[in-house]
T-cell receptor, first 113, second 117 residues
Framework: AQSVTQLGSHVSVSEGALVLLRCNYSSSVPPYLFWYVQYPNQGLQLLLKYTSAATLVKGINGFEAEFKKSETSFHLTKPSAHMSDAAEYFCAVSGGGYQKVTFGTGTKLQVIP | GAVVSQHPSWVICKSGTSVKIECRSLDFQATTMFWYRQFPKQSLMLMATSNEGSKATYEQGVEKDKFLINHASLTLSTLTVTSAHPEDSSFYIC?????????????FGEGSRLTVL
């Protein structure tokens, strides 16, 4: 069994400020973890993924996430927010291979000019 | 990354009619495709898992006779909403997994906005 909890359905940051989106997971097997971004009326785009290699994962658009097994966390960060980062972000977990991917409830990021 | 194309992006239909949505993997073979439904301001709800050449596996509470899924080839899956009603109006998203993908990451289509009048 696996699940994902995203803390905070809405996060607001000022342009240029640090972005931190929280994700905690639960998995009975070593997890594969993902962050996806969704812009209005569009599908989801993969930002980054953790696949049991390096615990600090760098993704597109300057985002990165750190896998912390002891905290069962996979928080998404970006040093400096841009207006174009405003979107919905989903954390997801999978057991890999052909197993289902379970999504969190999403966090809407608002960037204030 | 791999590309998944979904068509149509927008569709409006009358109540009682059927609507077909296509999901294609353009540059890879997808043995497994997934269909999701997303309600406004909510997460993705997995409707069914579609495996090439076999029957789809539906999630609990999803009517298989209502939402017909066909995965006839390694690059195409279709979702047909039969006898659509206004409550079927939603954003439907497909995703595909590469046959050789280790981590099981999903590649998503652009989504299809269905409005039933």
């Amino acid at each position: 069994a696996q699940s994902v909890t995203q803390l905070g359905s809405h996060v607001s940051v000022s342009e240029g400020a640090l972005v931190l989106l929280r994700c905690n997971y639960s998995s009975s097997v070593p997890p594969y973890l993902f962050w996806y971004v969704q812009y209005p009326n569009q599908g989801l785009q993969l930002l980054l993924k953790y696949t049991s290699a390096a615990t600090l994962v760098k993704g597109i658009n300057g985002f990165e996430a750190e896998f912390k097994k002891s905290e069962t966390s996979f928080h998404l960060t970006k040093p400096s927010a841009h207006m174009s980062d405003a979107a919905e972000y989903f954390c997801a977990v999978s057991g890999g291979g052909y197993q289902k991917v379970t999504f969190g409830t999403g966090t809407k990021l608002q960037v204030i000019p | 990354g791999a590309v998944v194309s979904q068509h149509p992006s927008w569709v409006i239909c009358k109540s009682g009619t059927s609507v077909k949505i296509e999901c294609r993997s353009l540059d890879f073979q997808a043995t497994t495709m997934f269909w999701y439904r997303q309600f406004p301001k909510q997460s993705l709800m997995l409707m069914a898992t579609s495996n090439e050449g076999s029957k789809a596996t539906y999630e609990q509470g999803v009517e298989k006779d209502k939402f017909l899924i066909n995965h006839a080839s390694l690059t195409l899956s279709t979702l047909t909403v039969t006898s659509a009603h206004p409550e079927d109006s939603s954003f439907y998203i497909c995703s595909a997994r590469e046959a050789t993908g280790e981590a099981g990451e999903l590649f998503f289509g652009e989504g299809s906005r269905l409005t039933v009048l």
